[in-house]
């Protein structure tokens, strides 16, 4: 079973800083625009560390020496001992129901899928990896945790400490965060022993999965067994009372001018007309059992003709696969939210959008743990957990 383990953490001195001005969304969702903005916003924030940029010369070297001056200058100051860090996510859902997400980021010992106790769900995109591995190999240090899934019933209760957070703040989304330190040994040792009695299956961070699991080969293979063995992981209970689990919907681009996108779907699924698309209309499909396509002509919902997609997986980015397979060349663009879908659409951005239904949480541990993956961009899990909460040095 998997080894999960407190570690002396790298965490920014609340002394010195505000927390919520220097921390920032992972990486992988942050946008040109928005790099700008949280880099603005303070010259310490962690987006000058995790996504580098640099005039002249080694972006990832620059970033180790932004992470050794803030050292020096006690800006990120060493944990004084082993600690699992207690993280919550409080939220508001669009249909304003309050929602949460509550974990113990902690040392996860890394395995080869097929190998070990990490289960991945979801296939990645075949995007360059090695811009993580540079930064990795550059700084020696994991700046935000992999998420995993731990079936472990009672990690929920072992996060409840029952004392005021150490931090609480809130993003530009209306998020509040809240970071508790857990450094008693007794209770350690329960939550260790918790988490490494099932398997975990990763939610999301793939790529840093995949990341840590080449840079630890690497080390291995010149310096023997090392805290690199060890990957910086958020573990959270598999409830749905702790998971927000929205699809990733896609953009179409690049069809031939006047193609009839509707009629070439019909071979898939049967088309209904509605009036109006807006930030329900996921739960309206869900309770219909449909996709829904979008375009500057009109919206339709698309419910799914079973004999024509049976040898798809039961998912609707499986669905759709099949179905964007006998469509002429064209290009699909990966994005989350109704209202960012509609509004490329009406701009012109996209000839179509296909807002799909999203995973469960039990067919992705189905999926997980029958050695299958999903489809690249199924899942997509909200809230983020920031980076720059905590950082986890392994060299």
């Given at each position: ?68 001056r803030w050292r020096e200058q006690g800006i990120l ?180 001018s006047g193609y009839d996108l509707l009629a070439a ?131």
């Open positions: 079973m998997p080894r999960f383990e407190p570690f002396a953490g790298l965490r920014y001195n609340l002394d010195r800083v505000r927390i919520d001005e220097v921390t920032a969304p992972p990486y992988d969702v942050v946008d040109d625009e928005e790099r700008v903005r949280l880099a603005q916003k303070h010259p310490d924030n962690v987006v000058h560390v995790d996504l580098p940029r640099s005039e002249a010369g080694d972006p990832y070297a620059g970033a180790a020496v932004v992470l050794e100051v060493d944990e004084a001992q082993p600690t699992f860090y207690v993280y919550r996510m409080d939220f508001t859902d669009e249909v304003g129901r309050h929602r949460h997400t509550t974990g113990i980021i902690g040392a996860l010992e890394l395995s080869t899928p097929g190998e070990g106790d990490i289960l991945p769900h979801e296939h990645t995109t075949p995007k360059a990896k090695s811009d993580r591995l540079d930064l990795l190999r550059a700084t020696g240090v994991q700046l935000s945790p992999i998420w995993g899934l731990s079936p472990a019933a009672g990690l929920g209760e072992l996060c409840d400490l029952g004392r005021p957070p150490l931090a609480t703040w809130s993003d530009e989304q209306g998020v509040t965060h809240s970071l508790w330190l857990e450094d008693d040994e007794a209770r350690q040792r329960e939550i260790s022993a918790l988490v490494g009695s099932a398997p975990i299956v990763i939610a999301d961070g793939h790529h840093r999965f995949e990341t840590s699991l080449a840079y630890r080969d690497e080390q291995r293979a010149a310096r023997g067994p090392g805290r690199y063995d060890l990957a910086m992981t958020l573990v959270v209970e598999l409830v749905d009372d702790e998971l927000t689990v929205l699809p990733i919907h896609r953009l179409l681009t690049g069809l031939p779907l019909q071979e898939y699924f049967h088309p209904s007309a509605v009036e109006s698309v807006d930030h329900a209309i996921v739960e309206r499909m869900v309770a219909v059992g449909s996709l829904a396509l979008v375009t500057r002509e009109g919206s339709w919902t698309l419910e799914p003709r079973a004999e024509m997609l049976a040898g798809a997986r039961d998912l609707d980015s499986s669905r759709l696969d099949v179905a964007l397979a006998a469509l002429p060349p064209h290009d699909v663009v990966y994005q989350h939210g109704v209202d960012h879908v509609v509004a490329r659409v009406a701009k012109g951005e996209a000839d179509a959008g296909v807002l799909l239904r999203p995973a469960t949480v039990d067919q992705i541990v189905d999926i997980a743990n029958g050695g299958e993956r999903m489809p690249p961009k199924t899942t997509f899990f909200h809230p983020k957990p920031r980076t720059g909460v905590v950082l986890r040095p392994v060299t």
